[in-house]
């Protein structure tokens, strides 16, 4: 179960019998970031690692745990790395010619046209 604290108590009490035994392990976002501390792990990303630690079936058997945690974040990641962004023409093409000026002669008189091209690929990566 993933959700807000009212939403997991409420998932209890419509899954369970008042008086039934049970134990319940919770994980935070605080949890996530600790586990994934030197991965320079994102809020986003640890929502999402939360989610996928909701819908881990091998958990009983295998546990969740920094490893566990480290290869979600990994997968998460890889899935970001081949998905498709959009960019505008120019700022792709600025992004281009920028790329190639500084393999010729090493720099950019005037940086600011590919600083504003660079920020909105960043953008579109983000998204």
Do not use: F
């Not at 209890?12 to 019998?17: A, C, M, N, S």
């Not at 909701?54 to 745990?65: A, F, K, L, R, V």
């Not at 600025?94 to 600083?115: K, S, Y």
Request: aromatic letters at 4%; a negative charge.
């Amino acid at each position: 179960m993933h959700g807000t604290v009212n939403e997991v108590c409420a998932w209890l009490l419509e899954t369970y019998i008042p008086g039934c035994t049970l134990t319940v392990l919770v994980w935070t976002i605080e949890d996530v970031e600790v586990c994934s501390e030197d991965m320079g792990i994102t809020e986003q990303e640890s929502v999402e690692v939360l989610r996928r630690i909701s819908q881990d079936e091998d958990y009983i058997e295998h546990g969740i745990n920094r490893q566990s945690v480290w290869e979600h974040l990994s997968n998460i990641r890889a899935m970001h790395q081949v998905r498709e962004v959009s960019l505008d023409a120019r700022s792709l093409q600025m992004l281009i010619e920028a790329a190639g000026r500084l393999v010729q002669t090493g720099g950019e008189d005037d940086p600011d046209p590919i600083l504003q091209a660079v920020a909105q690929a960043k953008v579109a990566l983000n998204r």
